[in-house]
């Protein structure tokens, strides 16, 4: 009876054994891949900022220095976003910030904004949506250089006039068969750039 008993401890022993070994194991996996991930997703974001803003143009980590919002109406934003600060040393040169475009064919279109200290567009990208393929899907830049054009615009080049669809009387093209889709994608760029306009200095400030 005592050799059943020291059998059964000694497998329940390694059971437990075997249990804490699995944990650990499952624990430093899911902290190797949980850093891995945020890695990847760092540098996902620092590839799609300095598609905007070349690297050569600013020497701060523009990932750290950054700037969080509240929501913001001529932004289309309903929650904290940050702002991704560039700077040379020291100096200002550029910000990159999160625009939302409300009314797009299918529903919201999530921009990635640049802009220079000088007020000028560093660049446009389209970071998420859900327009039509093979339409609205061309403000894509993997589709269409439709987006590019606005890299060196800003408010006064074109004037306010002109920064509709030229269907509307202004200077950006429209797709065939899909205006709504670049209609707001420029107003949303253009709302962008006038949120910098006024809040230029506060974006740029240091942390108090």
């Known amino acids: 009876m005592n050799e059943i008993k020291t059998k059964i401890l000694h497998v329940g022993l390694m059971l437990a054994l075997f249990a804490i070994v699995a944990t650990s194991l499952v624990t430093v ?27 050569n143009d600013y020497d701060n980590d523009i990932l750290t220095d950054t700037l969080l919002i509240p929501r913001v109406k001529a932004l289309g934003t309903s929650d904290f976003t940050d702002v991704y600060r560039a700077r040379k040393e020291g100096s200002p040169v550029a910000v990159v910030l999160t625009s939302i475009a409300p009314n797009g064919y299918n529903g919201k279109i999530k921009l990635l904004v640049g802009i220079y200290y000088d007020r000028t567009l560093a660049g446009v990208r389209v970071i998420n949506h859900k ?6 899907d061309k403000i894509d830049v993997k589709k269409a250089d439709w987006i590019l054009q606005f890299k060196g615009l800003s408010l006064i080049n074109p004037v306010e006039d002109k920064w509709k669809v030229k269907k509307d009387g202004g200077q950006f ?5 899909a205006t709504i889709t670049p209609r707001a994608v420029v107003t949303a760029v253009k709302n962008a750039l006038y949120y910098f306009d006024k809040n230029r200095d506060d974006l740029f400030k240091e942390a108090e």
């Open 29 to 55: 996996t899911e902290e190797k891949t949980r850093d891995k991930i945020l890695e990847n997703e760092r540098q996902t974001l620092l590839a799609a900022i300095n598609a905007l803003v070349d690297s």
């Open 131 to 136: 327009e039509t393929p093979g339409l609205g």
């Open 173 to 177: 093209d429209q797709f065939t068969g």
